[in-house]
Structure formats: structure tokens, C-alpha cells
């Protein structure tokens, strides 16, 4: 787990890096994928790489077009999209929830973190499962793993983020009168953001890779089901579309983060390198 | 844990302590210590590191609840620590109003307007130089207009030129507010215990193991109080000549 000092020396170790080597332009930096598409197609044509393999990527943006035509796609993206996000929240919600009582109060440090540090060595996905027999095979134990997910990676950080505040930013708290609610808000939630945002960062990482463990052991439908269904009739074509719409919706949720971390987070660039 | 009554401090008074003790483990750091500080009076609280000066500033300010023996402060105590602790996600207008009641931006902005940093109000802390971000922590003391403000070190990590504005600043500071304001002030100069205070206290073996009176006009040329800087500096255990 990455403390936000070192994120912080981290960033501007490679702010400093990067601004060393002079910057590809952006055309050129899109030569090299193209050259690869373009061997791909090329091996494809040949019959060097036969589609029972992998399909040709002309073929695959075709399949692309018509999944989204038929509303297969958009139909497969909304049922993943809403597991995902009711897992997060779940998740999210339960996480914060345990790291602000865990962080905040003595007896819910005792009470909380040493489950939450023990449950954090389980290998998750081995609890699918258990989570089949408890849940069935619908809804919910799909929701349930990607809750599962976010909730650790979330509630470590929180509560790292919570405890890590400066000491002496809390005593200042003190002698300014803070109250306790005040002293909460002003200084130990935003100290603690930083890190908690590590924590979201992740734990949406892992929300992505919960919601395919679980579509790939059994679903009717969602991305998973149309990957597996693509599977049986050997449609190659169709597992890639979902495999870049999955690559495509994680890079996305990624780019959201890092706007909230822009703007929640806009007190530390002056610590940055422009 | 130090008693804290309003009531028992004389009229004359900002600060009482009788008897205040503080131990870490087995070590004596405070033993029952005795100090009055008068009100609008700038005190100087010198002593060797490891004295027990933070410690007795810290139960001045209300940061310390395992002290035995009677403490009464009349009046707000507000303190600027050595490193400023800014909080550095607050602007600096809003670090310097934490804390006050609905209207305090203004008295914030009066009270960097006092320490000279106007133009950095809307900055963020991390932004700020040493000395301003000193200024902005001493604003933010300020405009409680305490009845006790604690220094403890708050110009040691400057630079030499920016050490005596900052000297300037304070008794400026001080006079116009009608020297309403006593100041604890911490540190571990004897020249700027001297050129600042109306007291300067020793702090050894505990207790105030040696005080003088300065009533020098300010301001002051450390050249005039050479003997009582040689007093001082022997109290310290500073031999003559070795500084
Ligand atoms: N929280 C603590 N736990 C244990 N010992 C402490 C603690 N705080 C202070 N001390 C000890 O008490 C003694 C006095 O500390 P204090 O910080 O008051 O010294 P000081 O006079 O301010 O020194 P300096 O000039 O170096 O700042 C020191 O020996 C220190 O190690
Ligand atoms: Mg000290």
C-alpha cells in the first residue's frame, strides 16, 4: 500500500522523468499500435492466424458495430454496469462507514480492525462457492463479490488515511477551539483523503476484475454471458469486443478518479513539478 | 490533572501556576513550577533543550492533561508552533478563520492585512515561504486577540534578516493591540529573548530557576545589555566568551 508522501515522490519522480525524455508527439506515439493492427491484419488475411484463434481486427470492429446495432452491447454494458456500480456502492458505503468508526473511535478500532485485517488475507474469489450456495446463482452473489472488492481496499486506506493525519495539524485543531465534529470535518477527513482516494483508486480496479471472476462462472447475461455465450460457438470476433469494452469501461472509471483526485486534491499540485 | 479556574487568577493577572509538576515515566520534567505572567506582559522563556519549555507551553495551551498541580488562564490562549501547521488543504484566509464565529473572513482578512500578507490570502499553504507561512500561523493566532499567545520557537527555522522582521512584527503587533496581549515566547536566543521581553525567564531543573527584569525602551541594541547577556548566558551554562 502506497502512503500519499511516497505517491506524492512518486508523481514527481516521474514528472521529472518524463520531462527528461523529449515528448513523442501524439501521432507519433500511435505508429507502433497501428503497425500492429496492420501485422495482425495481415496475418489474419493470410490464414497465418485463423479465426478460431483470434478473429481479424477488421472483423472484430465490424462485430463491434453490428453488437451495438442489435443493442446486444449496450444491453450486455448496462446489465455489467449496474452490477458494478451496486457492488461499489455497497461496498463503498459499508467501507467508509467501518473505516470512520475504526478511525475515529478507540472501541471501534478494537471492534472492527483486527476482523478487517484477518478477512483481508482471504483469497476473495475462492469465496464464489460459498457465495453460490448462500446467494444462488441470480444477482446477487455477483453483486455481493464486487462489494466484497471494493470494501477492502477502501476500508484499509480510509483507515490509514484516517490514522496517518498529522498530529500536530490535530493539536493546532485543538488550539483553535475545534470542537470535535469541527475537528473531524476540518482536519482529519480532508487529511485523510488523500490516502482514501489511493484506496477508491484500487478498489475500483478491483470492482472491474470482481464483476469478470463472476460473469465468467455463470451468468444469463451482462458481458461475461455474451463472452461465454461467444465462447461456445467460437466467436472469437465477440470475445475481444467484450474484452476492450471491459478495458474500455476500466480505463474510463479510472479517468474519473483521477479528475476527482485533481480537483479534491487541487492544495497538493503545489507540491508538483508543472 | 492541572486545575483550570478563571476565577483564581488576580485582576493583574493573565496566568497562574502554582505547583505544576510533569513526568514522563520517571522522569521529572516540570517540578511543582511557579509562574505569574502579568497581563500585556511579553515574557521570554529561555532554556537548555530538553528543559521542559514546549512542555510547560503545551499546558499553557490546554495539549496536556497529565500535569498535576494549578494552572488558570484568564482569557483565550492562542499558540504559533514552530513549524506553522497550516492545514494545507485551507486556503490561507480560511486557516487563518477556522475556528471563528460566522463573519471571522473579515477579522481574517484585517489580521493578514496586520502581518503583511494580503496578497497571499487566496494562496494555498504549501505555495507559501517560511516566513510567510509564520506570518500566516501567527494571523491565525492573532485574530482570536487572546488573552495569552504562546510562541513556542516560532522564528527558529528562519533565516537571520527574515528573523528580525519578524521581531518587528511581533512587538508592533503587541502595541497595537494595546498590550492587551501577554506573550509566552519560547526560545532558545538569548539576544532575541532581550531585545523582545519585559521578563526573561530561565527555565532549569524544572522550575523558573532564574528571572530578570528588562526595562530597557524598545527598541533595543543588544550592545547596551551586554552584562545581562552574560548573566544569562552563564544561567544557560554557557561559559563567558564561548559564543
Ligand atoms: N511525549 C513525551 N514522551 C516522553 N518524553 C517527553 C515527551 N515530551 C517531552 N518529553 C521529554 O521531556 C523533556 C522536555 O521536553 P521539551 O520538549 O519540553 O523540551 P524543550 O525545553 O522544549 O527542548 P527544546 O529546546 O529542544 O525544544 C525532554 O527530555 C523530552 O524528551
Ligand atoms: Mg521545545
Given at each position: 500500500?502506497?502512503?500519499?508522501?511516497?505517491d506524492?515522490?512518486?508523481?514527481?519522480?516521474?514528472?521529472?522523468?518524463?520531462?527528461?525524455?523529449?515528448?513523442?508527439?501524439?501521432?507519433?506515439?500511435?505508429?507502433?499500435?497501428?503497425?500492429?493492427?496492420?501485422?495482425?491484419?495481415?496475418?489474419?488475411?493470410?490464414?497465418?492466424?485463423?479465426e478460431?484463434?483470434?478473429?481479424?481486427?477488421?472483423?472484430?470492429?465490424?462485430?463491434?458495430?453490428?453488437?451495438?446495432?442489435?443493442?446486444?452491447?449496450?444491453?450486455?454494458?448496462?446489465?455489467?454496469?449496474q452490477?458494478?456500480?451496486?457492488?461499489?456502492?455497497?461496498?463503498?458505503?459499508?467501507?467508509?462507514?467501518?473505516?470512520?468508526?475504526?478511525?475515529?473511535?478507540?472501541?471501534?478500532?478494537?471492534?472492527?480492525?483486527?476482523?478487517?485485517?484477518?478477512?483481508?488475507?482471504l483469497?476473495?474469489?475462492?469465496?464464489?462457492?460459498?457465495?453460490?450456495?448462500?446467494?444462488?446463482?441470480?444477482e446477487?452473489?455477483?453483486?455481493?463479490?464486487?462489494?466484497?472488492?471494493?470494501?477492502?481496499?477502501?476500508?484499509?486506506?480510509?483507515?490509514?488515511?484516517?490514522?496517518?493525519?498529522d498530529?500536530?495539524?490535530?493539536?493546532?485543531?485543538?488550539?483553535?477551539?475545534?470542537?470535535?465534529?469541527?475537528?473531524?470535518?476540518?482536519?482529519?477527513?480532508?487529511?485523510?483523503?488523500?490516502?482514501?482516494?489511493?484506496?477508491?483508486?484500487?478498489?475500483?480496479?478491483?470492482?472491474?476484475?470482481?464483476?469478470i471472476?463472476?460473469?465468467?462462472?455463470?451468468?444469463?447475461?451482462?458481458?461475461?454471458?455474451?463472452?461465454?455465450?461467444?465462447?461456445?460457438?467460437?466467436?472469437?470476433?465477440?470475445?475481444?469486443?467484450?474484452?476492450?469494452?471491459y478495458?474500455?469501461?476500466?480505463?474510463?472509471?479510472?479517468?474519473?478518479?483521477?479528475?476527482?483526485?485533481?480537483?479534491?486534491?487541487?492544495?497538493?499540485?503545489?507540491?508538483?513539478?508543472? | 490533572?492541572?486545575?483550570?479556574?478563571?476565577?483564581?487568577?488576580?485582576?493583574?493577572?493573565?496566568?497562574?501556576?502554582?505547583?505544576?509538576?510533569?513526568a514522563?515515566?520517571?522522569?521529572?520534567?516540570?517540578?511543582?513550577?511557579?509562574?505569574?505572567?502579568?497581563?500585556?506582559?511579553?515574557?521570554?522563556?529561555?532554556?537548555?533543550?530538553?528543559?521542559?519549555?514546549?512542555?510547560?507551553?503545551?499546558?499553557?495551551?490546554?495539549?496536556?492533561?497529565?500535569?498535576?498541580?494549578?494552572?488558570?488562564?484568564?482569557?483565550?490562549v492562542?499558540?504559533?508552533?514552530?513549524?506553522?501547521?497550516?492545514?494545507?488543504?485551507?486556503?490561507?484566509?480560511?486557516?487563518?478563520?477556522?475556528?471563528?464565529?460566522?463573519?471571522?473572513?473579515?477579522?481574517?482578512?484585517?489580521?493578514?492585512?496586520?502581518?503583511?500578507?494580503?496578497?497571499?490570502?487566496?494562496?494555498?499553504?504549501?505555495?507559501?515561504?517560511?516566513?510567510?507561512?509564520?506570518?500566516?500561523?501567527?494571523?491565525r493566532?492573532?485574530?482570536?486577540?487572546?488573552?495569552?499567545?504562546?510562541?513556542?520557537?516560532?522564528?527558529?527555522?528562519?533565516d537571520?534578516?527574515?528573523?528580525?522582521?519578524?521581531?518587528?512584527?511581533?512587538?508592533?503587533?503587541?502595541?497595537?493591540?494595546?498590550?492587551?496581549?501577554?506573550?509566552?515566547?519560547?526560545?532558545?536566543?538569548?539576544?532575541?529573548?532581550?531585545?523582545?521581553?519585559?521578563?526573561?525567564?530561565?527555565?532549569?531543573?524544572?522550575?523558573?530557576?532564574?528571572?530578570?527584569?528588562?526595562?530597557?525602551?524598545?527598541?533595543?541594541?543588544?550592545?547596551?545589555?551586554?552584562?545581562?547577556r552574560?548573566?544569562?548566558?552563564?544561567?544557560?551554562?554557557?561559559?563567558?566568551?564561548?559564543?
Amino acid at each position: 500500500m502506497s502512503s500519499p508522501a511516497l505517491d506524492l515522490g512518486a508523481a514527481r519522480q516521474a514528472a521529472r522523468t518524463r520531462a527528461r525524455v523529449p515528448r513523442a508527439t501524439g501521432l507519433q506515439r500511435l505508429i507502433s499500435p497501428i503497425v500492429l493492427l496492420l501485422l495482425w491484419q495481415a496475418a489474419s488475411s493470410s490464414g497465418l492466424l485463423p479465426e478460431r484463434l483470434i478473429a481479424a481486427p477488421v472483423k472484430i470492429a465490424g462485430t463491434a458495430v453490428d453488437l451495438t446495432a442489435d443493442g446486444t452491447l449496450p444491453n450486455a454494458i448496462g446489465v455489467s454496469l449496474q452490477r458494478v456500480v451496486e457492488g461499489f456502492v455497497i461496498g463503498a458505503v459499508a467501507a467508509v462507514v467501518l473505516a470512520l468508526a475504526a478511525g475515529l473511535s478507540r472501541v471501534g478500532e478494537n471492534a472492527i480492525d483486527p476482523p478487517m485485517q484477518m478477512l483481508r488475507a482471504l483469497p476473495f474469489y475462492g469465496l464464489i462457492p460459498l457465495f453460490i450456495l448462500w446467494f444462488g446463482i441470480g444477482e446477487t452473489p455477483k453483486v455481493a463479490l464486487v462489494a466484497l472488492g471494493v470494501a477492502f481496499p477502501l476500508y484499509l486506506n480510509t483507515y490509514a488515511g484516517i490514522r496517518g493525519v498529522d498530529g500536530g495539524l490535530i493539536e493546532a485543531g485543538r488550539t483553535l477551539r475545534l470542537g470535535r465534529t469541527a475537528l473531524i470535518r476540518h482536519v482529519i477527513l480532508p487529511g485523510a483523503l488523500p490516502q482514501t482516494l489511493v484506496g477508491l483508486r484500487q478498489s475500483l480496479g478491483v470492482a472491474w476484475l470482481a464483476l469478470i471472476v463472476a460473469e465468467q462462472v455463470n451468468a444469463d447475461a451482462g458481458l461475461g454471458y455474451m463472452i461465454n455465450d461467444a465462447r461456445e460457438f467460437m466467436r472469437t470476433d465477440v470475445i475481444v469486443v467484450g474484452l476492450v469494452v471491459y478495458s474500455a469501461l476500466g480505463l474510463i472509471t479510472d479517468a474519473v478518479v483521477r479528475l476527482i483526485e485533481r480537483r479534491a486534491l487541487a492544495w497538493r499540485r503545489a507540491f508538483q513539478p508543472a | 490533572m492541572a486545575t483550570r479556574l478563571p476565577t483564581r487568577v488576580a485582576p493583574e493577572h493573565t496566568a497562574r501556576i502554582r505547583g505544576l509538576s510533569r513526568a514522563f515515566g520517571d522522569r521529572t520534567v516540570l517540578d511543582r513550577l511557579d509562574l505569574d505572567i502579568e497581563r500585556g506582559e511579553f515574557v521570554a522563556l529561555l532554556g537548555r533543550s530538553g528543559s521542559g519549555k514546549s512542555t510547560l507551553l503545551r499546558a499553557l495551551a490546554g495539549l496536556d492533561r497529565d500535569t498535576t498541580g494549578e494552572l488558570a488562564v484568564d482569557g483565550t490562549v492562542a499558540v504559533a508552533f514552530q513549524e506553522p501547521r497550516l492545514l494545507p488543504w485551507k486556503r490561507v484566509i480560511d486557516n487563518v478563520a477556522l475556528g471563528l464565529p460566522p463573519g471571522g473572513r473579515e477579522r481574517a482578512r484585517d489580521a493578514l492585512r496586520e502581518v503583511g500578507l494580503t496578497a497571499r490570502a487566496d494562496a494555498w499553504p504549501l505555495t507559501l515561504s517560511g516566513g510567510e507561512a509564520q506570518r500566516a500561523s501567527l494571523a491565525r493566532a492573532l485574530v482570536r486577540e487572546p488573552g495569552l499567545l504562546l510562541l513556542d520557537e516560532p522564528f527558529s527555522a528562519l533565516d537571520a534578516l527574515t528573523r528580525i522582521t519578524m521581531h518587528r512584527l511581533v512587538l508592533d503587533l503587541w502595541d497595537h493591540h494595546a498590550r492587551d496581549t501577554s506573550v509566552l515566547l519560547v526560545t532558545h536566543d538569548v539576544d532575541e529573548a532581550l531585545l523582545l521581553a519585559d521578563r526573561v525567564l530561565v527555565l532549569g531543573e524544572g522550575r523558573i530557576a532564574h528571572e530578570s527584569r528588562i526595562e530597557a525602551e524598545r527598541p533595543r541594541r543588544i550592545t547596551d545589555l551586554t552584562a545581562l547577556r552574560d548573566r544569562l548566558l552563564g544561567e544557560l551554562g554557557v561559559e563567558e566568551g564561548t559564543r
